[in-house]
């Protein structure tokens, strides 16, 4: 894909104009950056923006400035250019078929998050010799905000709530109500 020379008013001339047969990237930074802003002001959590759907540099370099900071990751390449265009962002690599090799370039460019759809790709990610046996996941973590899990309420409501202060409240079901007896 080459780069235009010509600055046009809008998408609708150009394509009106020169009627491409291949595909063609419209990019407008102040679009895009406007957008991602709104994501984290309405979002409470890490906004994760799946590097895949668009892998352009210039694309991941202006929701960078907007302030993205985490990445979800599909391929070294991937890796790399996130960790040198955002050094502290949080990289998630969730591609499902990853070669060994792949696995142990993520881990040495540190990325601490991965998905794993068997308990063997786990191992790998962990480097767990194989005379062991896993048996199970648990996975921990800490959120970034104040969460309070409270009982449901009497009309059995489970949707989750913020207060004035912003405290994350998640009903809850008591253990007598999952237990069978």
């Known amino acids: ?5 010509t600055i046009w008013t809008n998408p609708s001339e150009f394509l009106r104009i020169e009627r491409p047969v291949d595909p063609v990237m419209f990019f407008a930074p102040a679009v ?3 957008t ?3 994501f984290l002001d309405g979002f409470p959590g890490l906004v994760t923006y799946a590097v895949k759907s668009n892998p352009d540099e210039m694309v991941n370099q ?3 400035a907007a302030g993205v900071e985490g990445f ?3 391929s070294p390449a991937e890796i790399e250019m996130i960790a040198r265009l955002a050094p502290t ?5 969730n591609h499902p078929v990853r070669a060994r090799h792949e696995l142990e ?3 040495g460019m540190g990325v601490k998050s991965h998905s794993v759809a068997r308990r063997t790709e ?5 480097d767990i010799p194989e005379r062991y046996e896993i048996l199970l996941v648990l996975a921990l973590g800490k959120p970034k905000e104040e969460v309070v899990m409270v009982p449901i309420g009497p009309e059995g409501d489970i949707k989750y709530y913020r207060d004035a202060n912003q405290v994350h409240y998640v009903p809850k079901r008591t253990l007598d109500e999952v237990l069978l007896p």
């Open 32 to 34: 895009l950056q406007a």
């Open 72 to 74: 979800d990751v599909a």
């Open 105 to 107: 370039y993520a881990v």
């Open 89 to 93: 962002a949080a990289l998630h690599y």
């Open 1 to 5: 894909m080459g780069l235009s020379k």
């Open 62 to 64: 202006n929701l960078v």
């Open 122 to 126: 786990l191992a790998q990610v962990l």
């Open 36 to 38: 991602a802003h709104r």
